[in-house]
């Protein structure tokens, strides 16, 4: 791949108990080079991440960006990214990257929720792709992709990935998260 190649990592962060929760978006090229950033917010607990990543993907309004990075799939206290939506809204492929082992949400998801909260949130999991394990650097991290095949999927997350197994478009995200979530806390 080439060092130019552009991804859009997506990374949350919350405060406490503050009902928000800052998205970041973090332009990286594969090179490691920081090519922009963005924010959004989403409701802890709600079910509008999905859309607030792609009005964040249009904010930027980049078509050099190729891969869209989510550093999860159940942001915000379950707000659940739908995949296939963000393929769609992005137009381009959509990798989630997870790192931790799990038997997945829905014991979690049932807890939590009841009625129509709880059938919106399994309908929404259960349509996102399968997760498969993906050795980078000799650490074991968890894959979902729409809009791309398994090997083209690896091979960005690989790129992205020059140390450790945190794509380095969804670290810096992670990183302006948390900065722009301590901001926002310091002005209420």
């Not at 552009?6 to 970041?24: H, K, M, W």
């Not at 915000?76 to 990798?95: G, K, M, Q």
């Given at each position: 791949m080439k060092p130019g190649v552009?991804?859009?990592?997506?990374?949350?962060?919350?405060?406490?108990?503050?009902?928000?929760?800052?998205?970041?978006g973090a332009v990286v090229r594969a090179d490691r080079v920081l090519d922009g950033l963005a924010y959004?917010?989403?409701?802890?607990g709600g079910t509008d991440a999905t859309?607030?990543?792609?009005?964040?993907?249009?904010?930027?309004?980049?078509?050099?960006?190729?891969?869209?990075?989510?550093g999860a799939i159940a942001p915000?206290?379950?707000?659940?990214?739908?995949?296939?939506?963000?393929?769609?809204?992005?137009?381009?492929?959509?990798?989630a990257v997870t790192f931790e082992a799990s038997d997945g949400l829905e014991a979690?998801?049932?807890?939590?929720?009841?009625?129509?909260?709880?059938?919106?949130?399994?309908?929404?999991?259960?349509s996102l792709p399968e997760r498969r394990e993906l050795s980078v650097n000799d650490e074991t991290v968890y894959v979902r992709h729409v809009g791309c095949d398994?090997?083209?999927a690896d091979e960005v997350v690989r790129t992205f990935t020059p140390d450790g197994g945190r794509p380095e478009p969804i670290r810096v995200a992670r990183v302006a998260a948390r900065a722009g979530a301590a901001y926002v806390g310091d002005l209420e």
């Open positions: 552009r991804a859009l990592g997506i990374a949350e962060s919350v405060r406490g108990d503050d009902d928000r929760s800052t998205l970041a959004r917010p989403c409701t802890v859309d607030a990543v792609a009005a964040l993907v249009d904010d930027l309004g980049r078509p050099d960006v190729r891969y869209l990075l989510l915000a206290w379950y707000n659940l990214f739908d995949l296939t939506r963000l393929h769609e809204a992005a137009d381009r492929p959509v990798i979690g998801l049932r807890d939590a929720f009841s009625g129509r909260e709880l059938e919106e949130r399994l309908e929404t999991y259960r398994a090997s083209t």
